[in-house]
């Protein structure tokens, strides 16, 4: 079990995905489950603020994982809707919902659930100190707040949506501030988590250090990042 945090914009999901890869493991992102739910509380119409409401359907939402032509795919309850989990607004819905116990601890244990049956590569905010404390490696990436709304700026110019950078510095600021100061599993490293601060490594020099903690060095050859 190899669990990846850290905030938004350090790489987590490029990083994770080639790791998987790597390593022939399964790969779940668990910040897909939140904005999964906010994306079900939208067309439910179910309030960000209504934590009765949300925990109710993350109870009775079905979320899988799997990979389309090479690629991760996000199943919610039969449909797939992974190109929608990252349309903007629904970030900052999923980090306002995952403040509340009683959704966390719904998604808590669905999370638990997937990674329990081991061979897996899971990445969010609290994997190392909450979900899978027991991880054989627990890696928690970082950058400089102003790279990663760099990078979340050019991740949406590909997709063809424009934001302002500006504006992602200041969302992104917003998000750590709450994620890390929230009651309920801040984001923060475990304490036997090893810290990689990405901001001037590429994907590849960031798989590298992590593949050189593995047992056994990972498997195969890494992937082009």
Known sequence: MIAIDGPSGVGKSTISQALAQRTGCRYIDTGAMYRALALLARKREVSVDDAAGLAGLAREMRIGFTV????????????????????????????????????RRVLVEKQ???????????????????????????????????????????QWKEKGIEVAQEQLAREILTRDRRDRTRKVAPLAPAPDAVLI????????????????LLPGKGRGKAPKA
């Open 68 to 103: 389309t032509d090479g690629a991760p795919t996000v199943m919610l309850n039969g449909e797939d809707v992974t190109p929608a989990l990252r349309l903007p607004g629904v970030s900052e819905e999923a980090s306002r919902l995952s403040r509340f116990p009683e959704v």
């Open 197 to 212: 601060d990405t901001t001037n490594l590429d994907p590849g020099q960031v798989l590298d250090r992590i593949v050189a």
């Open 112 to 154: 638990r659930e997937l990674g329990g049956r081991g061979n897996v590569v899971m990445e969010g905010r609290d994997i190392g100190t909450v979900v899978l404390p027991e991880a054989d490696v627990k890696v928690f990436l970082d950058a400089e707040p102003e790279e990663r709304a760099k990078r979340r700026y050019l």
